[in-house]
Structures are given as C-alpha cells and as structure tokens.
C-alpha cells in the first residue's frame, strides 16, 4: 500500500483496522495535531510484544528517543501539513533494530488535514538480506573476473538479454548496457561463425535442452576473442520456452595456448619422422650391408671347406648363417616400420594394407580387412600421422587384443578424414589404463598426441569384453587448425 493510499483511508478505528489487514508485519500509529498517539494497530504489535497501551496517549517524538525525536517531529509536523515523508531510523529500545517509517496526513470529512499517521515497518531482516545479496552479488562479479566468465539471461518474448558486468567487459561494452539479443548476435558475433550462432538461437526458441558450443566474438574495439557458450531453456507452464540462462567464458588464451602445444607438437612429430628416416638410411645403408657382406663371407668359408671339413663345424657355419640372414630380415623390418617405403610410394591405403596383412599374420587373426573410401594420395603429414596410429593400434591388437578379426576402415567427408581400427577382442578399462604410465600403455598416449598436434580429435571406445575401437579424425586442411565435429 503507498503512502497516498494510506492517507485516503477513512478515520477512525475502522480505517485503522482496513490498514492492518492490509499490512499485517507493519505498526500504525494515529497522532492528532500536538504530535499526541491517540490509536495504535497492526500485526507489528504482536510481533514485538507490544501493546495499543504502550504508545497510545504518549508523545510521538518519544518513540525515538532523544537522538532521533528531532528528525521524526519534522516529519510528524510535515504530515500535518499534507505532506508525506519518510524516515529510517534504530530502534529506541533495540538499537539494533532498524525501522522505516511513511509519516501521512489525515484528512477529516471535510478535507481538512485533522492530524496524522505513521506506518512503522521493521526492516532489519530486509536489509541484512539485501546486504547478503550485494555481497554475494558482489562475489559472484570477482568469481565471474577471476574465470572470465560471464552471466546473460535472454527474455524470449522481449528480446531483451541481460548481462552481467563481466560478460559486458569480455563483449567490450559498458557494464550495464541495455540490449536485445538480435542487435548484438549481428554486432558482436565474428562473420564466419554468425550464421552458425543464428543456426543455434533458432533452435533454443522451441528446444530448452542444455546447450554448448564454441564461437568467436569481435569487440567493439575490433578485437577477436574465442568464448565457450553454454546454457539452458526456462520452460512456462504452458509447456513453451520463455528465457534462457547461460554463459559466456573468454577462452582466447587457452585455445592459443593450446594451438601453441599443437604446433610444437607437430614440429616434434617431424623432427621423429626425419629422424627415423635418417636412422632407417643409415642401418640400411650401413648394418644391413655389412651384415650381407658377413653372411657372404660365411657361406664362402663353407663352401671353401667343403668335404674337407668338419661335420660339426659345417654344421656350425650352417647355422650361422641362418642366424645371421633371420637377423638380417628383421632388422629389414625394423626399417620398414621406421620409414615404411611403401606409404611413400603407394600411398596410404596401400601402407594399412600391408600392415594389417602383417598383423593377421603375427597374430594369427581369422581376418584382418581394410576398407577405404580414398580416392587418391592425402597430404603426407595426414598419411603418416594415420598412418603410425594404425600402426600402434594393431600392433595393441597382435600383443594385447586376443582378437579374432581385426578392421582397418578409412572414411573421408568434405571436413577431412576418419581412421578406425576395431577388434573383437579382450577389450579394457579406459579409466585404469589412463592412470598407468609405463611403456604397455604409452602407445595411447602417443597416438592421442600425434592427433592431436595436428588439430584432430583421438577417441577410444572399450569395455572388458567388449572389443576395442580407436579412432582418429583428422582435418584436410591447415594441419593446424582445431578439428571441429
């Protein structure tokens, strides 16, 4: 009820009781013109424990106390003369208290202002709960700098997005700035992503499932941030979508940095792959040949001795030399694996072929299968990274799998380019293996870095039991730009 209102009630005590149905937590005091409390009503009484005899027939002053009477007598004789004031003030008993009190004329039938009421209103609770909400309002804009996370809530049916001050620093606006969703989408959102964002805002109006997706914003200084969108829908009682609530966090740097590992990573993968070149030249050109050599001179020497010699030592250089050719072949195999000539050659469909032919192989699989929907060379950074996943993968599967058929499948798309190698075998724990760090394990771990580096998406999919699916995604292009699903 509004102080204009109070004063129109009528006089008497069943006006008085009109004002404390209406406002059962506030004390109504009526004074006649020498400032004398002639009723007194309201739930605030009780509340209390006070009395109509505790005031009635006293001084209005008096209620304040002798450091406060002075500024209520103002407002009392204000009252008076047909004005309505307000006052805040502490208790008198209880200074811990504190009070609002609405001083108003009162008219007689006549018009004529005969004296005057004041609405007494404990608000001690109210203000230490106002206080409470500033400070928390207050922590939650520290916690939102700190994060670099901003808060907006978006009315569907007004367009209108409130922000927090946060989300106003990271879009580089003033803090308080009044706006509607549509205006800014076209204001702040970077060209290239815009028509994704409406994509998204057309889909929140009729679906309020929780949302999140990563976009670019340019400030108003010109400037580009990368920011994490996140939020979810208010559906009203008839069912439909009203708002949404959500997030924005400036994630700029972490994705720079994270660009940044890509990149160095790559550069490591490089330098590995240039290395193993050189090592693969050298023990061919070098250890290979000399062993050749070695095994030429034995099967000479025993020629040499031929019936002459000794059965035993025949036998001996024999064997030798069968040693020394096994070795040989290995040590062949060994190149192969650290530059394998027929990926540079053939390409990479051919490469897994020959891979998985060797996996079934050694492991005695039913069935090793590739399938490819290549139609022509990748780029040979995207060979070989894929290249050396499969590689790991089934060589996991020839020491660890127990797998009966094994699939190597590569599928293309217009944003690049998906390996998948699946078993049928012992499967694992994924949680376990993460925490474990010696060299069984390592081989996830380099698959999941190598794809990364190159700003793709590494994933496995396992279970005790249930076979095993490791799958890499890489882009066709930049090599360093982030895969996006």
Not at 225 to 242: I, L, P
Not at 351 to 362: D, V
Not at 410 to 436: M, N, W, Y
């Amino acid at each position: 009820m509004t102080a204009e209102a109070a004063g129109q009630v009528p006089p008497g005590e069943a006006g008085f009781q009109l004002l404390a149905d209406e406002l059962p937590d506030v004390i109504i005091v009526a004074f006649d013109p020498e400032l004398m409390m002639w009723a007194a009503t309201g739930g605030g009484l009780r509340g209390h424990g006070w009395t109509a005899e505790d005031f009635v027939g006293r001084e209005l002053p008096r209620i304040a106390g002798s450091s406060q009477a002075e500024a209520v007598e103002a407002c009392a004789r204000a009252a008076l003369g047909g004005l309505c004031t307000e006052l805040e003030m502490n208790g008198y008993e209880e200074t811990r208290r504190l009070w609002s009190i609405t001083f108003v004329p009162l008219a007689d039938a006549a018009g004529v202002v005969s004296g005057g009421m004041a609405l007494c209103r404990d608000i001690t609770e109210q203000r230490r709960a106002e206080e409470l909400l500033r400070a928390s309002q207050h922590q939650l804009a520290v916690a939102q700098r700190i994060a670099e996370v901003g808060s907006w809530d978006w009315d569907l049916a007004t367009d209108e997005l409130a922000m927090s001050d946060e989300l106003c620093r990271i879009f580089g606006l003033a803090p308080g700035s009044k706006v509607a969703m549509g205006p800014v989408v076209e204001l702040l959102i970077h060209p290239a992503d815009l028509e994704r964002v409406k994509g998204e805002l057309a889909r929140m109006r009729s679906d309020p499932a929780p949302f999140r997706f990563e976009h670019r914003i340019v400030r108003t200084d010109g400037t580009v941030r990368t920011v994490m969108a996140r939020g979810e829908g208010v559906v009203g009682e008839d069912g439909q979508v009203e708002r949404f609530i959500g997030t924005e966090q400036d994630i700029t740097e972490r994705r720079r940095a994270d660009a940044e590992r890509r990149r160095l990573l790559h550069r490591v993968y490089e330098a590995q792959e240039g290395q193993d070149r050189r090592l693969a030249a050298d023990l061919h050109d070098g250890h290979v040949q000399s062993l050749a050599a070695i095994g030429f001179k034995l099967e000479q020497a025993r020629l040499r001795l031929g019936a002459s010699g000794s059965p035993e030592v025949d036998e001996l250089l024999w064997q030798v030399t069968k040693d020394l050719s096994a070795e040989v072949t290995s040590l062949r195999r060994t190149i192969g694996r650290l530059r394998p000539l027929v990926l540079v050659e053939d390409g990479l469909e051919a490469a897994l072929r020959e891979e998985a032919k060797s996996a079934c192989n050694r492991a005695a699989l039913v069935s090793c299968e590739v399938t490819s929907e290549l139609d022509g060379r990748l780029d040979p950074v995207v060979e070989t990274a894929l290249f050396r996943v499969a590689q790991q993968a089934l060589a996991n599967v020839v020491d660890h799998a127990g797998a009966t058929h094994a699939l190597v499948a590569i599928e293309c798309s217009a944003k690049g380019v998906t390996l998948r190698v699946s078993d049928d075998g012992c499967g694992f724990d994924p949680d376990h293996v993460q925490v474990l760090a010696d060299i069984a394990h390592f081989g996830l771990i380099a698959m999941r870095e190598r794809v990364e580096a190159l700003g793709g998406r590494f994933l496995v999919v396992t279970a005790p039991g249930d076979g095993t699916v490791v799958e890499a995604k890489l882009p066709l292009t930049d090599p360093i730009v982030r895969w996006e699903p």
